[in-house]
């Protein structure tokens, strides 16, 4: 089983709408948590980070669940440009101390 | 730039050659970590520095790949007899506040192996 697990998508979402994503961590260790965004081709980028008790930056909101292991991350009035891939992180605070990533949820917003 | 900075972009080997991979990272940034991102995967973790030490090697898949930061600012990545199963982009990130804060990422060395 993978450390982080996400579903890949795509998802296809008309401009305006409001699409969520949903993350799951197996390590109960885990300390930190983020979403990062990738483009196509390009390199991650942190999006934010995740706080217990849930946080909200302009249309992106966070919520973070320990008792379940689950992350989420909520997009309200989707733009084109929210177009990539949304990589779900966490890191330890023992052992290995890398980010550890998932295999990241594709998000298509159509015009 | 002020940026973190990989070279190649991109590289070509046949099967068996030898590839070096090299990372300039933000000035200042003590931490460096190297990870490896299969096309439709997220990036995997290979190694991560401190300064000049290499805390974090867990991650390499084999002792074909080895890695070194000997000044504590410029690494490389090295892949000895390059497989076809080792074609991946390499992304090299570092950060100021050690292994908790946010990772600023290069571009990425896109390694094709034929």
């Known amino acids: 089983r993978k450390e982080v697990e996400q579903d890949p998508g795509p998802f296809n979402v008309p401009e305006g709408a409001t699409v969520a994503f949903n993350c799951t961590y197996s390590?109960?260790?885990?300390?930190?948590f983020f979403w990062y965004r990738q483009d196509c081709r390009k390199e991650p980028k942190l999006l934010m980070s995740?706080?217990?008790s849930g946080n909200e930056d302009g249309r992106f909101t966070a919520q973070l669940n320990r008792a379940s292991q689950y992350i989420s991350l909520l997009i309200r009035d989707s733009k084109l440009s929210d177009s990539a891939t949304y990589l779900c992180?966490?890191?330890?605070?023992?052992?290995?101390?890398?980010?550890?990533f998932g295999s990241g949820t594709r998000l298509q917003v159509q015009p | 730039g002020a940026g973190v900075s990989q070279s190649p972009r991109y590289k070509v080997a046949k099967r068996g050659q030898d590839v070096a991979l090299r990372c300039d990272p933000i000035?200042?940034?003590?931490?460096l970590f190297w990870y490896q991102q299969a096309l439709g995967q997220g990036p995997e973790f290979l190694t991560y520095?401190?300064?000049?030490?290499?805390?974090?090697k867990s991650g390499l898949p084999s002792d074909r790949f080895f890695a070194e930061r000997p000044e504590g600012s410029v690494s490389t990545l090295k892949i000895q007899r390059t497989q076809q199963e080792d074609s991946a982009v390499y992304l090299c990130?570092?950060?100021?506040?050690?292994?908790?804060?946010?990772?600023?990422f290069g571009e990425g060395s896109r390694l094709t192996v034929l």
């Open positions: 990130a570092s950060s100021f506040a050690g292994d908790r804060g946010e990772l600023f």
């Open positions: 390590n109960s260790a885990s300390q930190s």
């Open positions: 995740v706080y217990s």
């Open positions: 992180v966490v890191n330890r605070d023992t052992g290995r101390r890398a980010l550890t």
């Open positions: 000035s200042g940034h003590v931490s």
């Open positions: 520095f401190q300064n000049e030490a290499q805390l974090d």
